[in-house]
């Protein structure tokens, strides 16, 4: 569902950059140019001081507010936006949609515009219908910036940007990269962003795996081979991230295997593993479904770079907040 069906997302892409090609909104990587993406890339990399360590602090959004809208349940993009704003000296206000006058029938646009009054520079959207962060970034006040944190089965850029920044700390250059993704593509928003983001960063080959009930168009991700088999799918991968099949977006459950048919047939493994790359890793975007999609001793053994994709989240989230700043910054 677009959260106005009458307003096209045709211009999501453009509506992201501002008159001189500076970020001003993160709505989706599609559409974003390579040389847009190293930059966020490389800036995420300077927070880090090495791969794992945590980010340092700045306070280059002190005097800026940040707020947190999560409409959509959420540990990781919402504890790390927090963190980030945070570290790069924000206020950072997270709403509690529970206990929100949203329960009361109050409308998005008007609890936007109750922001905008108390002055928040910028807001942080999760939300489960596709369309919303480029409709709330169509109505807010040219100051404002608008970062999608999750929307529908559409798009994470954030994700797709802290995926594609962790497979660059373990394997450099993407241009060879054989990258596998397995499991319930069709409902994936990570799977779209990897896409996006590998696409324009020039991946040597991107396989999306899935049980066929569970693959998406293949228009949705023209640049991908949409495949059946594990085996084949798997085989001297680089790089393989495991999916969890999203119940939570799918309106009828029947046809989608049930857990150990799942698990047998599409769940990674350290045997299944053996079919990759001896020195390829392994990823997840959480949150996890042990034993379903992921053996649970392959997600914590040697290839596993989950814990880090966390700590790179971090990072990312500060270096989109920290460039969009600057954009406002520079309207002054
Ligand atoms: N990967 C991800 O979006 O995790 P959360 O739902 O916990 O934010």
Redesign the pocket.
Known sequence: MNADPTESLENEASLQLDANGRLRHLLTLDGLDKTLLTDILDDAQGYLTEPGVLPASSQSLAGRSVANLFF????????SFDLAGKRLGADVLNLDVNTSSRKKGESILDTIYTLEAMHVDIMVV?DASAGVPAYIARHVLPHVSILN??ESDVS?PT?GLLDVLTMRQHKGAFENLVVAIVGDISHSR?AMSAAHALTTLGIGELRLISPPVLAPDQSRVPGARLLHDLAEGLADADVVMALRIQRERIGNLDGIPGIDEYFANFGISRESMKLAKPDAIVMH???MNRGIEIESALADGPQSVITQQVTN?VAVRMAVLDRVGKTMAARL
């Not at 959509?72 to 504890?79: G, K, N, P």
Request: glycine share 16%; no cysteine.
């Open positions: 959509e349940a959420s540990t990781r993009t919402r504890a999760r944190a999750g994470h994700q990570v975007p959480g949150p989240g």
